[in-house]
C-alpha cells in the first residue's frame, strides 16, 4: 500500500516554491495602491514598517523589501529615525496643480492622447542614449515578468514616469500623471480591477522603448497609441456596464 502511494507522490507535479521577488513585487503594488487611494501628495508619510505589515499580514523584512523597490523608482524616500515619505520628482518649490472637471471618457483620451504623443517626440529628441537603453531595460524586465504571469503596477509606472521625464517638460510630465492616476483610482474601484489585463500592453511598452533608442518615430506612436487604447477601451466597458 506504501508503495503505491509512494508511486503516486513521485508521479505528481510537484509544487513551486514562491519567489521572494514576485512577493516583495506584489507587497509594493499594494503600498503603491495605498498611496494613490489616499491621494497622498509629496512630502506625505506613509505608515510605519510595522503598522504596513500589520495591514498587509506579512513579514517587517518583507516590507523593507517591497519599500526598497518603491525607493529605487524614486515614489518613496527614507528619513532616518523619522519614517518613509512621498517623494516629489517635480522640486520642493514646485506649485503648480492641475484639476479637470467635468470631463467626459473621451475629452480625457484625447487630451492624454496628444500630450504622450508629443512627450514621445521630446523623450526621441532629449533624451540620452543612456537614458533609452535605461527605459528599454525597464521594459524587459517587464516582459520577463509577464512571461510568468506577473505585472507590476510599480515597474509599470517607472517606466511611464522616466519616458516623460526624459522628455524634459515638467508641464506635459505632471498633466500625464494626473490623468493616469484619475484613471487608476477609478480603474481600482471598480468591481474589475484586476492587475493582469495589463499583461496584454507589456510588449507595447518594450515596442515603444526601443523604437525611442533606434529614433523610429512611427513605430513609438503606434505602440503609446495601443497601450493608451486598450486602457481606454477597458475604462469604456466598464462606464457602460
Known amino acids: 500500500m506504501n508503495h503505491i502511494n509512494n508511486t503516486e507522490n513521485e508521479n505528481r507535479i510537484s509544487m513551486k516554491p514562491i519567489e521572494k521577488k514576485s512577493l516583495y513585487l506584489k507587497i509594493s503594488d499594494a503600498i503603491y495602491r495605498y498611496i494613490q487611494m489616499n491621494n497622498l501628495q509629496p512630502g506625505d508619510k506613509l505608515p510605519s514598517e510595522r503598522d504596513m505589515s500589520s495591514m498587509l499580514q506579512t513579514s517587517r523584512n518583507s516590507v523593507r523589501e517591497a519599500l526598497r523597490i518603491l525607493e529605487d523608482r524614486g515614489l518613496i524616500y527614507v528619513k532616518t529615525g ?24 473621451e475629452e480625457i483620451e484625447e487630451l492624454q492622447s496628444a500630450l504622450d504623443h508629443k512627450a ?4 526621441m529628441g532629449r ?33 511611464h514616469d522616466s519616458l516623460y521625464k526624459i522628455g524634459r517638460n515638467s508641464a506635459i510630465e505632471q498633466m500625464i500623471n494626473k490623468i493616469r492616476s484619475y484613471r487608476f483610482i477609478q480603474q ?45 477601451e477597458i475604462a469604456k466597458k466598464r462606464v457602460s456596464n
Open 188 to 232: 481600482e474601484d471598480s468591481e474589475d480591477g484586476n492587475d493582469s489585463i495589463w499583461l496584454a500592453t507589456i510588449p507595447q511598452h518594450l515596442m515603444l522603448a526601443q523604437a525611442l533608442k533606434d529614433r523610429d518615430m512611427k513605430i513609438a506612436i503606434q505602440a503609446i497609441d495601443e497601450i493608451n487604447e486598450y486602457g481606454f
Open 127 to 159: 533624451g540620452t542614449f543612456q537614458e533609452k537603453d535605461q527605459l528599454v531595460s525597464t521594459a524587459a524586465e517587464m516582459v520577463k515578468l509577464a512571461g510568468e504571469n506577473l505585472y507590476s503596477h510599480v515597474l509599470d509606472r517607472s517606466f
Open 120 to 123: 514621445v517626440e521630446n523623450a
Open 82 to 105: 523619522s519614517g518613509v515619505f512621498i517623494n516629489n520628482p517635480y522640486g520642493e518649490n514646485n506649485s503648480f496643480t492641475i484639476q479637470l472637471t467635468n470631463c467626459s471618457l
